[in-house]
């Protein structure tokens, strides 16, 4: 792209949907890094130097759903299967307060036997010693369990829709449909919590046109969290001989949502981290302001296999807990201590 002509999107505060897919469509080395350079000063000026753990403890690998990109589809019997007891879900997140950690995030698949109340049960007994956030990460589940989830003190729900392509997304979902998805992002943000979406970059099909689609929609619903991850193929699904998602497209993607949401919170994620040994510091150079480490505890960490040969896996969780304090102070930057709330809306703002 000629020089002026970037130069002149770098500096506007909002983008149409072709200046987003011009940037996303850069290929020259130093385009690229002047548009890292300018995400890295926006998230520096919008979210600050801090860097936000966010703990995660993966609670059940079990998904009554099928959708082609992910290896804890149903249909995926080489799965081992577990759902971690209330308790030691309990003993984890205490745990991970101890480290400094003051967001908890409770992953699973659609695991229906992880019901209204054992969730509810599992939020309450957490929050009531601690101010610790508390996220969510189940999947499509019941407006009235959102309702519950929040009373009992949940403070945000992660719900990706991957692909903003209605056809698209009902043929990677398997039939589910992205009005519903859209839908319940509205009606959790309406109950007053925050939202986490994302996209995954290089899906089987997706056009950069339809990534800068879904940037779009992350700003038409005010998203408070949004995730670029990388495809990677699972063995076991549909998808399993398709090539890996670009890095570099990755990155691009984290840096134009930068600038496109200013103060949005966006992870580096670890699907980055496990194609690229430094996949972590070059989504922090780039935007992202957020790191989502993996604290389930053995035995069941090995088992939570969206794709295959996740970094971190097979190490002890506290151990990588170290090593990821390194890696951050490292590149200059600081673990934050706080909840790390939405920027977004000063209303959600507990510190
Ligand atoms: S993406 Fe989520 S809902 Fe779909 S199969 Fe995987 S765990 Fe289940």
């Known amino acids: 792209m000629k020089n002026e002509k970037l130069e002149n999107i770098l500096s506007k505060q909002n983008f149409s949907k072709e200046e987003v897919i011009d940037l996303l469509n850069l290929d020259e080395k130093h385009d690229i890094e002047s548009l890292f350079r300018k995400a890295d000063q926006v998230r520096k000026d919008f979210c600050g130097e801090e ?27 080489t799965v081992k299967r577990y759902r971690m007891e209330p308790d030691e879900i309990i003993e984890t997140a205490a745990k991970l307060v101890k480290l400094g950690i003051y967001t908890i995030v409770l992953k699973s698949g659609e695991d229906r036997k992880l019901d209204t109340d054992i969730i509810a049960h599992i939020i309450y007994s957490i929050k009531k010693s601690t101010n610790v956030a508390i996220t969510l990460s189940l999947g499509e589940r ?57 996209t995954l970059i290089g899906l089987p099909l997706q056009t950069i046109d339809e990534i800068a689609d879904d940037m779009l929609l992350f700003q038409e619903m005010d998203t408070d969290m949004i995730a670029f991850s990388p495809f990677i193929p699972s063995p076991f699904t549909p998808f399993q001989n398709k090539p890996a998602g670009s890095i570099e497209l990755t990155l691009k993607a984290i840096a134009v949502a930068r600038l496109l949401l200013k ?8 699907a980055l981290d496990s194609l690229d040994p430094k996949g972590k510091e070059k989504g922090l150079k780039c935007g992202a302001n957020i790191l989502m480490p993996n604290y389930t505890p053995y035995p069941y960490r090995e088992s939570y296999r969206i794709y295959p040969n996740r ?6 969780p506290f151990d990588s807990h170290k090593m990821l304090v390194d890696r951050i102070s490292n590149i200059g930057r600081d673990i934050s201590f706080s909840r790390g709330d939405s920027l977004r809306n000063s209303s959600f703002l507990h510190l």
């Open 263 to 270: 103060n949005v919170h966006i992870p580096a994620t670890t």
């Open 51 to 77: 860097v936000h753990l966010r703990g995660v403890i993966e609670i059940s690998n079990h998904c009554d759903q099928n959708c082609l990109f992910c290896g804890l589809r149903d249909d995926n019997f």
């Open 311 to 316: 970094r971190d896996s097979n190490s002890d």
């Open 142 to 198: 019941g407006l009235d369990e959102y309702k519950t989830w929040k009373i009992a003190g949940a403070d945000r729900y992660i719900l990706r829709h991957e692909s903003c392509d209605s056809t698209k997304y009902a043929y990677y979902r398997n039939k589910k449909t992205h009005t519903n998805r859209i839908q319940q992002l509205k009606y959790l943000k309406r109950l007053g919590y925050q939202i986490g979406d994302g």
